[in-house]
């Protein structure tokens, strides 16, 4: 396994590690476990002897109160909860500090620094299932692991009772779901917890904030082979209870012995920011098991996003040898990683299809070419451009031969690939996703997902996991004004907490709400210029777009940040975060910092403190919302000047506005 960055090391902590495996269990019904740092803390409370009562979970943080009177449960078909008046049979006790490689993520590593409590519980007549909690210094996780049982078959289990109930009364930030068949695509909602509707499906990551902290937000990490797990209010309660995406039949999930959970992760910040910092969902995943070296992620272009153009007016077909060539010299002049070859201006793709759409019917097989691209002619060109090339598939038309197809894909020249219209997360869909990602990954080949669930740290495992759709984005702008800076700012603390996101970045013509029309040519955005600048900066995603078509971006101010600014990062701090109002992520790379500021709602100006650098003079260098932006959202100014870290960064945004600076050493 090639290693980004530092070594790794493991360094357990012997002297705290207590074993108590084969000895009877203690006669108290409390365990507690707490972070390193000592400020979260976990409490387990089993059931009275005889009960047929569920385990329940508490956590603390500072020593107060923050969840409490949680359930533990899994539920077999019958319905039988594994855990229901079980007791304890073993404790195991053990504390782990290790240092990680992160690949293109948001820092070089990670600290995956935790202590683990292991409780094997069983109850009369039933198989032992183990709870396995984990508490770190920003998040409390928890997982079920049932071992191999002699002649037992594989498990059915139609849900879990796994619950989480908030101690006071937070604003929750949530997105409903319809139902079970989605692409995640849908407002944030912005709601105090007594009023969150009861019975209606809660998209992850569910945000929490209190009035003064802290911040909280409920995901899950490691989800393989298994059903994705959404929430759902109680009735009669404020109980947030886990609800597994069912198949057809409605079980849940259906796996032989050994079974292990994904975890379930309650992230938690004193501060907004500090959700976007963690590393702990990547840390909760396994390392990967093939040779990453041959991994390079970069900006690509995406034609579907302008309706297939080059310049504003219709040229030669998108599919031509000749348009090919245009966006190749483009790219290959302004530093683009990748071009997209996607489909053609009817949104048929590239590959054999009769009929018309991006919807697979009879005949379509995304093994061969359709006859009038010249593929071969356009990866020789690329080649000597030294640009690579993604594409686009329907995952119809992969499923069921994905080896086939990956084998297909490498064979043809693709670098990369976005495999769309998931738009589920049942135990099938999860593990045809893995199936796709270890098919790639053989063929070396790069991966997004869109019409997705959200990330879970899965990244890890699959370092050529670019990244999940899974919000409501750019893209919306094609048909509505949908995606506006406020909703991002809910997005940037909900959805991105998860990990990599793909939004459809690089829009260049910023109109003012007002004059805001839906086009699904050369779509407008909402926003400032700076603020479609900054969201290179503060969203994770090592392989983004720049999806406008390039005579956009001609003599455009701003494209040479665009041009300049990296896609993964040796650290990241948040200097500032308000949920639905204003987003400040300072990133490295190398001895240069950058910054990128999203703000919506109105004009206002932002001062930061320079501390993050290292000492000695930097260059900085702003590129700002214009003076008269609230006209024209997409005039921007350009300054530089020489800076230090005892300075103070001060800059004006103009109404849903943004800015991005650049820190360079001068030594």
């Not at 999930?253 to 959700?275: F, I, S």
């Not at 040229?315 to 290959?332: R, V, Y």
Request: glycine share 8%; proline share 7%.
């Amino acid at each position: 396994m090639a290693l980004h960055g530092s070594l790794r090391f493991v360094a357990l902590v012997s002297g705290l590690a207590m074993l108590l495996r084969g000895q009877a269990a203690p006669p108290d019904l409390q365990h507690e476990l707490s972070s390193p740092d000592k400020r979260l803390a976990v409490h387990v409370r089993l059931p009275e002897p005889g009960s047929k009562e569920l385990p329940r979970w508490s956590a603390t943080l500072h020593g107060k109160p923050l969840l409490q009177d949680c359930r533990l449960g899994l539920v077999l078909a019958g319905p039988l909860d594994l855990l229901a008046g079980a007791h304890t049979t073993v404790v195991e006790r053990r504390v782990h500090d290790e240092r990680i490689a992160v690949l293109f993520g948001k820092a070089d590593h990670a600290r995956d620094h935790f202590a683990e409590l292991r409780l094997t519980l069983q109850r009369a007549g039933s198989l032992p299932i183990q709870v396995v909690l984990r508490c770190f210094d920003d998040a409390i996780a928890f997982r079920y692991e049932v071992p191999v049982a002699p002649a037992q078959g594989p498990l059915r289990l139609v849900g879990e009772a796994t619950s989480f109930r908030f101690v006071g009364e937070p604003t929750v930030y949530a997105q409903y779901l319809a139902h079970f068949r989605t692409s995640h695509e849908h407002p944030v909602n912005q709601v105090a917890l007594p009023d969150l509707a009861v019975g209606k499906l809660l998209d992850l990551p569910l945000t929490a904030a209190f009035v003064v902290g802290p911040f909280v937000s409920i995901t899950e990490a490691a989800l393989r082979h298994y059903a994705g797990m959404s929430l759902r209010r109680e009735p009669g309660t404020r109980d947030l209870v886990a609800v597994l995406t069912p198949r057809a039949d409605g079980i849940a999930v259906e796996r032989p012995l050994p079974l292990v959970t994904p975890w379930r992760v309650v992230l938690v910040g004193d501060r907004a920011g500090a959700l976007l910092e963690s590393n702990t969902l990547y840390c909760l995943n396994d390392p990967p098991a093939f040779d990453t070296s041959w991994i390079k992620p970069g900006k690509l272009t995406w034609p579907w996003w302008n309706n297939y153009l080059f310049e504003a007016a219709r040229g030669e077909p998108i599919l031509s040898l000749a348009t090919s060539k245009q966006h190749l010299d483009w790219c290959a002049e302004h530093g683009i990683a990748f071009h997209a070859v996607v489909a053609d201006e009817t949104d048929t793709p590239w590959y054999v299809q009769p009929k018309k759409g991006l919807f697979p019917g009879p005949g379509t097989d995304a093994t061969r070419v359709r006859a009038d691209l010249d593929l071969a002619a356009i990866k020789a060109y690329a080649t000597k451009q030294g640009v690579g090339l993604w594409t686009w598939v329907h995952h119809g038309a992969v499923r069921g031969r994905t080896e086939e197809v990956f084998a297909a894909f490498a064979r043809l020249g693709w670098n990369g690939v976005m495999v769309d219209f998931l738009d589920h997360d049942d135990q099938d869909t999860v593990e045809f996703a893995e199936e796709v990602l270890a098919a790639a990954a053989r063929h070396h080949v790069l991966v997004h997902f869109h019409g997705m669930y959200k990330p879970s740290g899965t990244q890890r495992t699959f370092p050529n996991l670019m990244n999940h759709e899974g919000s409501l984005n750019l893209e919306y702008l094609k048909w509505s004004a949908s995606c506006t800076p406020e909703h991002t700012l809910r997005v940037a603390f909900t959805r991105l907490v998860a990990g990599p996101m793909d939004y459809h970045l690089g829009g260049f013509r910023a109109v003012l709400p007002a004059q805001f029309q839906p086009k699904n040519v050369g779509p407008n955005v909402l926003g400032t210029r700076c603020h479609q600048l900054a969201m290179y900066v503060c969203f994770d995603n090592p392989a983004p777009m720049v999806a406008d078509y390039p005579a956009a971006y001609r003599d455009q101010p701003g494209f040479d940040f665009v041009q300049e600014v990296p896609t993964w990062w040796d650290e990241t701090k948040v200097l500032d975060g308000q949920i639905g109002r204003l987003l400040v992520t300072a990133r490295r790379r190398g001895n240069v910092w950058y910054v990128g500021g999203l703000a919506a709602g109105e004009a206002r100006e932002i001062v930061l403190p320079l501390t993050f650098l290292a000492a000695g003079p930097h260059t900085q260098e702003v590129w700002r919302d214009g003076d008269d932006a609230a006209r024209d959202p997409n005039l921007l100014e350009f300054e530089q000047k020489q800076v230090s870290a005892t300075d103070l960064l001060r800059v004006r945004v103009g109404p849903d506005g943004g800015f991005v600076a650049r820190f360079v050493p001068q030594n």
